[in-house]
């Protein structure tokens, strides 16, 4: 490696995303598939690396009992070290209910 040369760390990315029973405009707009190859062409851009992907398919923002989310609220609070930045298609594919995003926001703050 030359002396110009520096190794930057890449960004670690997990992506989540969701879909409800309920679904979209139509499905092409706000696929699982959709917004995984969106999220991962956003993170590619920029130079990061995608290190994990969690989803719930068919489960409601309502709340974040989801397998796909507890998930990542367990790595949250376990203190995981294997991503350093979550990334969503939209963020109310985080959730529909504002203290449950308050709430998240406050551990991914604290992670970082």
Excluded at 38 to 55: L, R, S
Excluded at 62 to 82: T, Y
Excluded at 87 to 112: A, H, Q, T
Aim: charged fraction near 30%; glycine fraction near 8%.
């Amino acid at each position: 490696m030359k002396e110009t040369e520096s190794k930057v760390k890449k960004t670690r990315y997990l992506i989540y995303a969701r879909i409800s029973d309920m679904g979209g405009r139509t499905a092409e707009e706000t696929s699982i598939p959709m917004q995984i190859e969106q999220c991962k062409a956003y993170v590619e851009n920029i130079g990061g690396e995608v290190v994990k992907t969690y989803q719930d398919e068919g489960w409601s923002g309502g709340n974040l009992k989801r397998p796909g989310m507890q998930k990542i609220l367990e790595s949250l609070d376990n203190g995981s070290d294997e991503w350093d930045c979550l990334i969503v298609f939209k963020m109310d594919r985080l959730s529909r209910s504002l203290m449950d995003s308050f709430n998240l926001f406050e551990k991914l703050y604290r992670k970082n």
